[in-house]
């Protein structure tokens, strides 16, 4: 529907049918002065609908404002609030209270869990780039090649073979060396 003129081309190559060819036409419920009317009423309605998503989406606009306002103003109360139930233990419950309810922690904000080292070590085989940087290094050299430059890519690490040569049939593997996984011998 196109806003400036909701009525269809089809509607209005029948109207101009109506005024020209057959204006002196009339059939039962419909002619020229029918079809006029409910053509008004549909661009009336038309008016009303874009007013009134005009208003909508400034309704919208002004509720996430104020909601955003009151989150920020909410987390500033709450900060206020366990700065002053440090100082009064009768309320602190109240506070931690609501802290909870909001989502937040009574704790004051420290070192995460990740920087203590508490979080639980990953299963399974690493990421290939960890595996590939566990190898150990090269030796670096005094001498660098002339043709090299600093926005040269580097080499790609030597890939290490596995296969029957590199494990005897005596020592039987280590759980870690399985992929972090316990077969039975």
């Known amino acids: 529907m196109d ?34 009317q409910v053509v008004t009423e549909v661009r009336t309605h038309t008016e009303a609908v874009v007013k009134a998503e005009a208003a909508l989406e400034a309704a919208r606009t002004a509720l996430r404002d104020s909601e955003e306002t009151l989150s920020s103003k909410t987390q500033k109360a709450l900060a206020y609030a366990r700065v ?12 931690d209270s609501v802290a909870r309810i909001a989502g937040a922690t009574s704790s004051p904000p420290g070192p995460s869990r990740e920087a203590n080292g508490d ?47 590199t494990m005897s049939s005596e020592d039987p593997p280590e759980p870690s060396e399985l992929n972090g996984t316990a077969h039975p011998a």
């Open 3 to 36: 806003v400036a003129d909701p009525i269809p081309p089809s509607v209005q190559a029948l109207m101009d049918l109506f005024a020209n060819e057959l204006s002196h036409v009339s059939f039962p419920g419909v002619d020229r002065a029918i079809l006029e």
């Open 84 to 95: 002053y139930a440090d100082d009064h233990p009768d309320i602190r419950s109240k506070v």
């Open 119 to 165: 979080t639980p070590k990953r299963r399974g085989r690493p990421p290939k780039a960890k595996a590939a940087s566990a190898e150990p290094a090269a030796e670096p050299t005094d001498a660098t090649p002339a043709d090299a430059s600093p926005d040269a890519t580097p080499a790609a690490p030597p890939v290490m073979e596995l296969g029957p040569s």
